[in-house]
């Protein structure tokens, strides 16, 4: 295939961790016959000091014209000044409206050499391995009436939950899709004891189970949700979620894989291929970005992780267009090369082979060249 390619690294560590992504995926199209064209657009702060806007209209022409995204991270404290007009994160909320980015999928698996460094027991860690897929372009971030007033009584602001069937559906069906391409359990996570959109959307998940009868469906409370991810987050194969909730639900289970620096994610235009099958190349690109930010702290010192990101551009082949064989390439690089004691310096423990982001990418390129 020839793949087409928004290459957009953004803030702070987002460009080195995503320049190691295009090594690894060079490297992929060498061994299995691909090629790929890179096209590079700015997006988050950087954009703002460019161009005054964070998500600039040539970065969005650009995509468009694009199979897929390989994103890194915007932010950072240059840009954080609450009166600004504008903020990098006002970039990603656009990006996800205008492409229709509406399902979030995290994948939250334990490295099991990684269990010592998550604060939860090891015995409460074994076997986590969970997706949560999250709404994203409805529900608190986008309802209307969303605005501030102020009159004699005093500053008031207001925001909207709001969904409609059609919205709750689409996302529902990836989620159970996603469980029948698992381990065939899927937990819808709403507020239906309190809220009326929490009520439509846990009849709607109950009305689509109907053509997922091999999918076991359990409904839960978000709260008590909260309370299972670190209690039994074992149990869990894939959750679905309305936006603000998979925001927060999903902060909260990255704490059980240790480090943000390897935990992948993807936002979809469409619901992902059927096994077997290559996606027909049609409608708007899918974004794949690594779920940890911008980290400025540690930014243009070589030293952050770039698995999440290479795990992203594996995601990004196995879901955009359907190469299987090429994703799985990739995630056995990153296998190899942690198994052999490298690490990256935010996971490095006692007697582990402390290198550098660039070095780390060069092993996997490597590891997948065969
Ligand atoms: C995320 C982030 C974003 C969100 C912010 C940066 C707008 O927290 O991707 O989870 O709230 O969706
Ligand atoms: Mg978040």
Redesign the pocket.
Known sequence: MDLKIAVIGGDGIGPEVTAESVKVLESVGRRFGHTFTWKTGQMGGCAIDKYGTPLPDETIDMILGCDAILFGA??GPKWDDPRAKTHP?DG??RIRKELGLFA?VRPIKVYPDLMDSSPLRRERLEGVDMVIVRE?TGGL?FGRPKRRWENARGRRAVDTLSYTEKEIERVVRVGFDMARSRRNKLTSVDKANVLESGRLWREIATELHDEYRDVELTHLLVDNAAMQLITNPAQFDVIVTE?TFG?IL??EASVLAGSMGMLP?ASLTSPPPKKGTRRRRSGKPSLYEP?H?SAPDIAGQGVANPVASLLSSAMMLRWSFGLHKEADAIEKGVDAVMSEGFRTRDIAGEGDKCIGTVQFGDMVAGAVAG
Do not use: F
């Open positions: 915007v932010g994160e990603i909320l979030n994203l971030y936006n925001d999903s902060d994610s779920i930010g």
